[in-house]
């Protein structure tokens, strides 16, 4: 089983950015996809981006395409989220997952390991 550990979150005012990092122990990810999820209080948790094994396909929510982008080093086994333009409604925990196959989609369960979480929040 992996570990995953978050880290990079905090507060950040409307239309700043913040870089999300996991880094992952106890196996390489270079077989697995990985993806980002996050949940808002009182909210069910919803799928962020996802990243191919190789960093050659990824998919993001509608509510994120052109803000955010998913990047991996397999070498340092590590995924980053990049948040541009954050908004308000972008406040949640950050879940990083490793998918339990090189592809996975947006269905948390397509991923079979997940962080603590990291807490992103967005001033107005």
């Known amino acids: 089983q992996v570990q995953l550990v978050e880290s990079g979150g905090g507060l950040v005012q409307a239309g700043g950015s913040l870089k999300l990092s996991c880094t992952a122990s106890?196996?390489?990810?270079?077989?697995?996809?990985m993806g980002w999820f996050r949940q808002a209080p009182g909210k069910e948790r919803e799928f962020v981006a996802v990243?191919?094994?190789?960093?050659?396909?990824?998919n993001y929510a509608d509510s994120v395409k052109g803000r955010f982008t998913i990047s991996r080093d397999n070498a340092k086994n590590t995924v980053a989220l990049q948040m541009n333009s954050l908004k308000p409604e972008d406040t949640a925990v950050y879940y990083c997952?490793?998918?339990?196959?090189?592809?996975?989609?947006?269905?948390?369960?397509?991923?079979?390991?997940w962080g603590q979480g990291t807490q992103v929040t967005v001033s107005s």
């Open positions: 997952a490793a998918g339990r196959d090189v592809y996975a989609g947006s269905h948390s369960t397509d991923y079979n390991s």
């Open positions: 106890g196996r390489a990810l270079s077989s697995y996809a």
């Open positions: 990243i191919s094994w190789s960093g050659g396909s990824t």
